[in-house]
């Protein structure tokens, strides 16, 4: 008999597992796509697109750095978090500046693509307008992928601790509409929203 295939354990693990990244936690990525965006509030920023060592996918990882400009034409005021965030991929994928080509309609920044870093991912259960349940990941702290260590850490010249801390006391955040979601196996907590207006 001819062989067809020959067994694979890692590749049977991932059966179920899916394509995307499902569950919050550190992963070490490799930015697929840099685009820049406004949000609806005006709020400007950078939408991630990137794929783990793992080969799962997390799309739509948006980081705002700057308000709705109250001038037309100027800058808006900088968002603290968002900045302090892309400042931080940054430094972890040794970038010195962003800059931005156009690619059909959009705005993406090359600089970004292709990186390899390190992104704890926050997972944040919601709801959707018809009341059934969906989720969605922000970025919660970028970190060097081959030391761990956050840029603080890099700086402050300390051991990489703050990722695997995070690891240890991570609990999904849980803004659903309905009640008794706790219930349903989900902790709620409060560690502060990464969006335009949170920051």
Not at 45 to 54: A, I
Request: charge should be neutral; glycine fraction near 12%; proline fraction near 4%.
């Amino acid at each position: 008999m001819q062989p067809v295939l020959t067994y694979n354990q890692e590749l049977a693990a991932k059966a179920g597992g899916g394509d995307y990244v499902s569950q919050g936690g550190s992963y070490i990525c490799t930015i697929k796509e840099a685009k820049y965006v406004t949000a609806g509030t005006g709020s400007k920023g950078v939408q991630f697109s990137v794929e783990t060592n793992e080969g799962q996918k997390a799309n739509y990882l948006n980081l705002y750095y700057a308000k709705a400009p109250v001038t037309q034409g100027q800058a808006g005021e900088p968002i603290t978090g968002g900045m302090s965030a892309l400042n931080a991929i940054m430094g972890v994928a040794e970038v010195r500046q962003m800059t931005a080509v156009q690619r059909g309609q959009e705005w993406f920044c090359p600089d970004l693509e292709g990186k390899v870093v390190g992104l704890f991912l926050q997972k944040k259960l919601t709801s959707k307008q018809d009341g059934s349940d969906s989720y969605g990941f922000e970025i919660k702290v970028p970190f060097c992928p081959k030391t761990r260590r956050t840029m603080r850490e890099i700086i402050d010249n300390k051991p990489a601790q703050t990722v695997d801390r995070m690891a240890s006391q991570y609990k999904d955040i849980d803004e659903r509409k309905h009640t008794g979601s706790s219930a349903n196996g989900f902790d709620s907590g409060d560690t502060g929203s990464q969006y335009p207006d949170g920051w």
